[in-house]
């Protein structure tokens, strides 16, 4: 028997859907090896692109000839492929169709999950700016094909606004809060039975532990800190919880208050 569930998950393996569902999976990949190759990739990308922006912040002047190396090979590829397969002018492009909008959703997605570390997760805000950045290109592109040219047009005019809004939600979102704060708040309670777990027993799990992926747990001062999988671009970024009349050590990082004896702690700079 023939369901609408059966309807869509048929439509999801159609070639229009594939994109997303391989970036679905690149994300799931991401959050659950956070100290995988691939996660290693996608930070470098990531830290590669910061220090690229952050060079055309400090010389502005300099920004459109640093970005003709970038432009250049673009320009070409979609010149090569729209000459080779299309015999008449360029079409004015279509409504976003529902890949485009979830691929979207995706990489906004993967930019907020990024932000909700401390330290930040620069391996999910590299496949988050690769693909706010590549999906456009790639959309237009797409509707210059002849395929894409003799499909129907996706109904419904609200499409139009709906790449404004996410990008919108999602600047909001990282700029006028703090998700790494609010993704503490809600795990603080659990956070804290594990910490005080460990120091009464002297032993430190390490794994999942309340959303985050805990590595490197250590004693020290009288408290316990540990780090968390895939944060920080040049050291290891987490959390510390010292218990009222401990004092986190000197010179063994960086230590910012957080309240109820929990500190937002960062290891020195290995770079």
């Given amino acids: 028997m023939i369901t609408d569930r059966t309807v869509a998950l048929r439509r999801l393996t159609l070639p229009g859907y594939r994109g997303p569902l391989l970036l679905a999976a690149l994300l ?12 290693r990739a996608m930070k470098l990308a990531a830290v590669v692109g910061g ?45 976003p169709g529902a890949s485009a909008m979830l691929g979207l959703a995706l990489g906004c997605t993967a930019v907020v999950l990024g932000f909700t570390l401390p330290g930040w997760d620069y391996g999910l805000l590299g496949v988050g700016g690769l693909t706010l950045v590549g999906l456009p290109f790639a959309w237009l592109l797409w509707q210059q094909w002849p395929v894409a040219r ?22 909001l979102t990282v700029t006028q809060t703090d998700p790494a704060e609010a993704r503490f708040a809600l795990a603080r309670p659990a956070l804290t039975d594990w910490a ?41 970024h987490g959390y510390a919880y010292f218990p009222p009349g401990t004092t986190p050590p000197a010179k063994k990082g960086y230590y910012i208050p957080m309240g109820d004896g929990w500190y937002d702690w960062e290891e020195n700079d290995r770079f």
């Fill in 28 to 39: 799931a990949a991401l959050v659950a090896l956070p100290e995988g190759g691939l996660h």
């Fill in 51 to 95: 220090m690229f922006l952050s060079g055309l912040a400090v010389a502005p002047l300099a920004a459109p000839l640093a970005m003709l190396p970038f432009a250049f090979p673009v320009l070409l590829i979609a010149v090569v492929v729209i000459g080779a397969t299309v015999e008449r002018p360029l079409t004015r492009p279509r409504r």
């Fill in 150 to 171: 003799n499909a129907e047009s996706p109904s419904g005019r609200w499409r139009w606004a709906v790449a404004p809004l996410l990008l919108a939600a999602t600047v």
């Fill in 196 to 236: 005080e777990h460990a120091l009464a027993t002297g032993t430190a799990d390490r794994g999942w532990i309340a959303g985050y992926h805990v590595i490197g747990t250590e004693f020290t001062g009288g408290g316990v800190r540990f780090a968390i999988g895939g944060t920080g671009a040049f050291a290891p």
